[in-house]
T-cell receptor, first 113, second 115 residues
Framework: DSGVTQTPKHLITATGQRVTLRCSPRSGDLSVYWYQQSLDQGLQFLIQYYNGEERAKGNILERFSAQQFPDLHSELNLSSLELGDSALYFC????????????FGPGTRLTVT | AQKITQTQPGMFVQEKEAVTLDCTYDTSDQSYGLFWYKQPSSGEMIFLIYQGSYDEQNATEGRYSLNFQKARKSANLVISASQLGDSAMYFCAMSCRTGANNLFFGTGTRLTVIP
């Protein structure tokens, strides 16, 4: 158990809908990273938050957004969903800037029908 | 730009034998970290081992060791005494000191342990 929690574990929704994925980092970790794993794109970095502020963006679509709350949990919002958004979404947490180790949550498997 | 290359889409190993999974990387950063993660069929990403670019000794964690050759930019994972439970996807990843420290992943190697 990495200490990172993600909910829900599975999500099935229709095209055009909006969903929210939730992540709670390990105790003491200030950084949260979101990653997407899909068959065609592999594992790719979406966005990072550090202590409530956006730190870096990767290949995140404009239809996607995220935030980190004062209690350090984070939410990833996916809107106007398309079939191609079906993927496994991971949250990872780390102690903070300048350190490398990241611990992954169990992931949320999103299926868009 | 950072890049991780795993050239072995699939590997087979006999139970109790050792196996090496290849990983090469490319970065212009001097300070970086190299990781291996295991992803079983259940989907979770399990951290296995970490090597810092300035670490002179190869990292070891139980049956896992990382064969770090900096000049060749390679970071191969060696699994000794393979077990059936080692069957999974294995991802090599890199994080650089500059920037967000996010992980760049390779395409993975599917390891199958044969009884």
């Amino acid at each position: 158990d990495s200490g990172v929690t993600q909910t829900p574990k599975h999500l099935i929704t229709a095209t055009g809908q909006r969903v929210t994925l939730r992540c709670s980092p390990r105790s003491g970790d200030l950084s949260v990273y979101w990653y997407q794993q899909s068959l065609d794109q592999g594992l790719q970095f979406l966005i990072q938050y550090y202590n409530g502020e956006e730190r870096a963006k990767g290949n995140i679509l404009e239809r996607f957004s995220a935030q980190q709350f004062p209690d350090l949990h984070s939410e990833l919002n996916l809107s106007s969903l398309e079939l191609g958004d079906s993927a496994l979404y991971f949250c990872a947490s780390g102690e903070g800037q300048g350190t490398y180790e990241q611990y992954f949550g169990p992931g949320t498997r999103l299926t868009v029908t | 730009a950072q890049k991780i290359t795993q050239t072995q889409p699939g590997m087979f190993v006999q139970e109790k034998e050792a196996v090496t999974l290849d990983c090469t990387y490319d970065t212009s950063d001097q300070s970086y970290g190299l990781f291996w993660y295991k992803q079983p069929s259940s989907g979770e990403m399990i951290f296995l081992i970490y090597q810092g670019s300035y670490d002179e000794q190869n990292a070891t964690e139980g049956r896992y060791s990382l064969n770090f050759q900096k000049a060749r930019k390679s970071a191969n994972l060696v699994i000794s005494a393979s077990q059936l439970g080692d069957s999974a996807m294995y991802f090599c990843a890199m994080s650089c000191r500059t920037g967000a420290n996010n992980l760049f992943f390779g395409t993975g190697t599917r390891l199958t342990v044969i009884p």
